[in-house]
């Protein structure tokens, strides 16, 4: 395993208490590296990180016309949500506009990660659903492109085991992974994802790569380029949908919009388009930790390479320079970027693949 | 900053998808080196992982025979506990039995880390208090302590700051780690901690030798060495109240009882003695990872370490190599010490220091 370079460090007393290795990419919609810090070329799972283009067969197969998703609906089909109410409902809603209901989701059942609402349930003497899982939007989203595939055939058994990488649904959606990231998927690692879907290992270089695409269009097919620009539009204007209250992913695109298209992966994974330049980045942080590490990597590279007036540049920055506090509100420390990502993120390498 | 060996590694897919690096030290009562991994000499924030040495004061002061503390009440001074309902109920009792409650507490509040108690409390419509602080315990040893320091005078005015490094309390509990350790505290880096009292930043080798004194009574003093002694026992007849359900320091010292005292700290630190072996042993995953990396290690460490009969030994690997599954119970990777840690930990390096 190669030694990465540090890219996260949390201090306290002064001294650095924590720190945190991984690998980043920045690449441009023709393949070439912007910038590359530790491994790009090692195959990682994306996880969670590349639900756009696992939705991108919902939006171009006419399943979301079909079906007449909205803005929320299709910013959900890309999300990581806290299981919120209104996610919750969004991904019911998406559902029964494809004539199913929540029995059609194979993602299982998890309790909200978002804290209110695990204690609302609580306070109701509610339990969680499978509309509570964190990818319950991107199973509504396979669902009603199941629905639209399933057409003259009875949806229920159409649709079941539609996790499996050979149903047709799942082909659809490691098509569109094969075909953004330019990665041969039948020759790599293959895991299952929390969700009970195939999640394929792929490097940095070329998960950037599928990123720089979905924010430009250019490499895409027209279909695949038709519905990125909505999804990420969809996103822009659903932030919320994205991830949830208090969430880097929602806050980010909030302030932002188009600008910026993130999302968080399991493990420690975060990948993003900058369409005004052109770039996708792809992040995996070694240790897998995402609530920190990644999170002021991402901002710290959003930072360095978008051109941002002082508010939105001092609004980025504080995601990725943040004070620690106690329980007792006392401030005990520093999350930041490390000075090697700070220095060299602004730095192309100008290295072509 | 060293790059140290990979401890942990959690696989998905047949591959690594992330790892964890730190660093190890086992070093016996006299301060020999029986194991050494990574840079043991670096100062690291033991966090809470020392909190049987802060408790130290408590029972050699004769605060504890003057309050007649439970061994459930002096589990509970060592503890970084889930927040159930029996542990906030002891932290009270050792308030009530000093004569002060919870209003004495400089700890902070925070929800507890149990779930089932999280949706407990909010079932029934309530809030946490200092109690349910995962370091309540240890703060009402402190306010045990202070009360017997403050006979005859107010005690409220006495106790009040006596999370600060200067507070006669603190004094005490600072000297008591830098006897065991043998450490000097007055030339390290302190940083706050969570529940607000110092930490000091000490280096591994310094710490396992700390915790090889605890289980041996070795280089200890006398009032010292019986305290560590109490400990231990209060720890292995109430190993709920030092973590709680389902926590590995709980589930270790229920099966092994007095043979090993093992204590989880903040920001990926264990310590522990195996009493028996005579030896102490310290753990720092760089990237402050708690729930896994740290556990594996541990396990693993002490399954190498401490002889044990089969159905022991089962119990202990199945802490250091854990099977992995996700939200439909669907087995999808591994958790487990690295190899190169389980191939050494046996192999004693026989550095002396």
Redesign the interface.
Known sequence: ?N?HP?LAE?L??????????GALAVVDADGRVHTALGDIER???PRSAVKVLQALPLVASGAADRWQLSDEELALACASHGGEPRHAATAASMLAKAGVDVAAL??????PTN?AA???L??G?ESPSALH?NCSGKHAGFVCLGCLMAEGRDRRDFLRGYVRPEHPVMREVTAALQATTGFDLSRT????????IP?Y?IPLRHLAHAFAKVGSGVGLSAGHARAAKRLRAAAARSPFMVAGSGRLDTRLMQRLGERVFCKVGA??VYCAALPELGLGLAIK?????NAR?CEVVLAATVERLLPLVDDDRAFVHAMSDLTLS?????E??RLRAAEQLRRRADTPTGAST
């Open positions: 395993m030694t540090i949390a306290r007393g002064g001294i650095v208490e924590s720190f945190h290795r195959p990682v799972f194979e993602c299982g059942t998890h309790w804290d695990i204690k609302g609580a306070a003497g899982n690692a293959v895991g299952t994802d929390g969700c009970s999640t290992a493990e420690g942080i070694d240790d897998g930790n590490a106690n329980w007792n509100g006392i005990v420390g």
